[in-house]
């Protein structure tokens, strides 16, 4: 944590008092300790979700099965009190199974509507390319508008803390369906995580042995992640800042002036105006998380690759010359000068 006198002259410009900024700091260390607690290793997802919760935003997160997706989506959750739903996605699931439906009620000659798992804080869609792309679509007004429409009537989701955490499997896995392009731009960031290290999962079983792992309770409430957003979106972001983000998000549209023939050959689609929503979000949120009440270049940088990677849309030449699209997003980031 930085105490240098630049701390609180940036954050009174925003109106962040040091109240408010030692409750964030001791706000987001009980959540990082929590999930400590209950997760091992997965610290990049961890600082992902964190940060993506501070900025309110939803979360993609991309593995192989079994390594701890679900858990550290439950485990955020349960650290705050909040009202969690899993929805498991197969190809036979259907909307209604989300958002609700409306049912016939005999006794009163009336229709009910019932409303479906997605009326949460949290709500984790697991394996969400495994079901079909008419499902997938069911959560666009959910993730965007942050409600959802039921035989004609508009239903609000919670006011205070609505955030979708995604899992999906790799593609070239056999029974998934792609998410359209519309589908993976809401998701704020799209984190990818790896197998654990012999070290880690010794430690897992462990764990599991000596039933360390176990409900325990929460540390925060829902009130405190309301106040940690409203905190976060004061920190002071400079004009220059603004524009090094547009500059990086503008890049990815442009690559073929600023990159190599090299690499800009591979670039299909470059990011929408959403990709500079998203990194000015994530950079208060990392900026607060280093304990500091404004944004440098670095925290803009900083998750580069989760803000780009599912927005940036490579071809088949890439594919086939086996370059990855954070290769291209560490090229594009390197082609704007930093302010």
């Not at 989506?73 to 705050?80: G, M, P």
């Not at 689609?269 to 944004?295: E, N």
Request: hydrophobic share 40%.
């Amino acid at each position: 944590m930085m105490n240098d006198n630049n701390l609180m002259q940036n954050g009174s410009q925003n109106g962040i008092s040091r109240e408010e900024f030692d409750y964030a700091q001791e706000s987001i260390k009980k959540l990082s300790d929590y999930f400590d607690g209950k997760v091992v290793g997965q610290q990049n997802l961890k600082f992902s979700m964190i940060a993506s919760i501070i900025a309110d935003g939803h979360v993609l997160v991309e593995s192989v099965p079994g390594l701890a997706k679900t858990t550290a989506a439950k485990t955020i959750s349960d650290a705050v009190a909040g009202k969690f739903s899993r929805i498991q996605c197969t190809p036979d699931l259907l909307p209604s199974d989300i958002i609700g439906t409306q049912i016939y009620n005999q006794a009163n000659g009336k229709f009910e509507t019932v409303l479906g798992p997605v009326f949460a804080n949290f709500v984790l869609l697991d394996e969400i390319n495994r079901s079909s792309a008419k499902t997938q679509s069911a959560m666009l007004e959910a993730m965007q508008e942050k409600q959802v429409t039921i035989g004609g009537m508009t239903y609000k989701l919670p006011d205070d803390v609505f955030i979708v955490f995604a899992t999906q499997n790799p593609i070239e896995q056999e029974g998934t369906y792609l998410l359209s392009e519309a589908q993976t731009d809401r998701f704020l960031i799209k984190e990818k995580i790896t197998y654990p290290t012999p070290d880690e999962e010794a430690e897992i079983l462990n764990r599991i042995e000596s039933g360390v792992i176990k409900q325990t309770p929460a540390v925060l409430s829902i009130k405190d992640v309301d106040e940690l957003q409203r905190i976060a979106e004061k920190v002071y972001v400079d004009p220059l800042i603004k524009k090094y983000i547009s500059l990086i998000v503008n890049a990815t549209r442009n690559a073929e002036k600023l990159l190599s023939p090299e690499y800009s050959r591979y670039v299909r689609l470059g990011a929408s105006p959403r990709a500079s929503i998203a990194f000015l979000k994530i950079a208060k949120a990392v900026a607060l998380i280093y304990g500091r009440t404004y944004v440098t270049p670095d925290d803009v940088k900083l998750l580069r690759h989760q803000v780009l990677r599912h927005r940036i849309e490579l071809n088949y030449s890439a594919v086939a010359d086996n370059v990855s699209v954070e290769t291209i997003i560490d090229q594009i980031v390197n082609s704007v000068k930093t302010p």
